[in-house]
């Protein structure tokens, strides 16, 4: 009796899920004790156009990074359950898992606050140029350009100091959030057979994640589209009607693949994505006409570049299922650890997408996404100088600085 009781029992408990009560609190505690040092550092050493509502600044940002958390809170976790196994931990599996969900942090939180930091020098770098071409500061060959060494290396500075407050920030956090805890840490979450699998039941091969995963990211960057038309109407009509029929498509492509034979939607996929991506490159190097005789690079957005990350993803999955090698058809055998790492990778990319749209009312993070209108071509992007004021890398500032100073 006994022996068929613990059959019955094993036979129960046949998949091992996330266990969400471990990733969501630690991933919510760095989140905002990270966020916290990034709006810090911008307070002390950033542009003065991003140090506006420090407060309000720190609890969007923070909520935005949530899901990046996530990915590196499940990213650790996945690595000690495959090393440690999902036994009951040790005290020595605790704090290893631990220590690397805290490193995980760390690393995430050090990209974000060099991003952040790469954005506040091209600002400031721009600011110098400005200022300079309007009211001379430097009258000795050179100077602009040491200006601009010793804002960069100011930059630097602060995120090698960051990267050492992170680390300590994001292990007392971890830890005292385990032992509020308890001290447990769960690797993973025993599931019931009827519990497993997105629509009730585990899918029998690659494809069936790997659909699921396209049609994810697929209304992912319909949202983003749908979110920077606005701008695109008040300066490019045509633009706008062509993003809101874009984002029709995707998510008619994206509907059509969980409700209709794969071959045909997934033809859809390789063109809404693969049309999106040249359109990109095109308008951020040639530029597109936005007028008659007149074409006008787009700068690099946050939400543009979010949305073609997702569309290239897109692309290749697609490309992948179509193709139908040995590997597709093998049955997945990847856990619900990596399925979600995936998934919320997908939400991370788009939350920022979103924040760089200017639909939420963010407006520090990153230059706008929309193509300058014809008549202000000339009238905002040049200065007294003739020098172009693009917030777009901190290199134009240094060629700009260089013009300058040959005049």
């Known amino acids: 009796m006994t022996a068929i009781a613990v059959e019955r029992s094993s036979a129960v408990k046949v998949r091992r899920g996330v266990p969400w009560k471990t990733v969501l609190p630690l991933a919510i505690v760095m989140a905002f004790a990270d966020g916290y040092w990034m709006a810090s550092f911008r307070g002390a050493v950033g542009s003065i156009t991003r140090v506006q509502g420090p ?11 949530i899901p990046l958390f996530v990915v590196a809170t499940l990213a650790a976790v ?3 359950l495959r090393v440690f196994g999902a036994g009951r931990p040790a005290k020595r599996t605790v704090l290893a898992t631990l220590l690397m969900i805290a490193l995980a942090g ?7 606050l060099s991003l ?15 200022m300079n071409s309007i009211h001379p500061m430097c009258l000795q060959p050179g100077c602009l350009e040491v200006e601009l060494s010793r804002t960069m290396w100011l930059q630097v500075h602060s995120v090698a100091y960051g990267i050492i407050f992170l680390l300590i920030t994001n292990l007392v956090a971890v830890f005292w959030t385990a032992a509020l805890m308890g001290g447990r840490i769960n690797l993973a979450k025993d599931r019931p057979a009827e519990q497993a699998g ?9 494809v069936d994640r790997l659909v699921l995963l396209l049609a994810t990211v697929l209304v992912a960057a319909a949202v983003i589209h749908a979110a920077v038309m606005p701008q695109f109407v008040g300066v490019w009509a045509a633009g706008g009607l062509l993003i809101s029929i874009l984002a029709g498509a995707q998510l008619l492509v994206a509907a059509g693949l969980l409700i209709m034979p794969r071959r045909l939607p997934l033809v859809g996929a390789v063109l809404v994505t693969v049309v999106p991506v040249t ?14 005789g007149v074409r006008t690079p787009n700068t690099v957005g946050l939400a543009s570049s979010a949305v073609t990350i997702l569309e290239f993803a897109g692309l290749l999955l697609s490309l992948l299922i179509l193709c139908d090698g040995a590997w597709v058809r093998r049955p997945a055998t990847a856990s619900e650890h990596v399925r979600w790492i995936a998934v919320m990778s997908v939400v991370s990319i788009a939350a920022f997408g979103l924040a760089g749209s200017g639909l939420l009312g963010l407006s520090d993070y990153g230059p706008g996404d929309a193509p300058l209108p014809a008549s202000a071509t000339h009238s905002h992007s040049e200065n007294a100088s003739g020098v172009r004021l693009d917030p777009s890398a901190g290199a134009e500032a240094v060629a700009a600085a260089a013009k300058i100073k040959s005049s």
């Open 78 to 80: 996945t690595v000690a």
């Open 198 to 206: 997105l629509v009730g039941r585990a899918p029998h091969s690659r």
């Open 106 to 112: 760390t690393i995430v939180a050090t990209i974000e």
């Open 279 to 292: 359109l990109w490159v095109v308008s951020h190097t040639i530029g597109l006409a936005v007028a008659p």
């Open 55 to 65: 407060f309000a600044s720190w609890l969007r940002e923070s909520t935005l990074s």
């Open 116 to 130: 952040s930091s790469w954005y506040d020098y091209v600002l400031q770098s721009h600011q110098l140029v400005r």
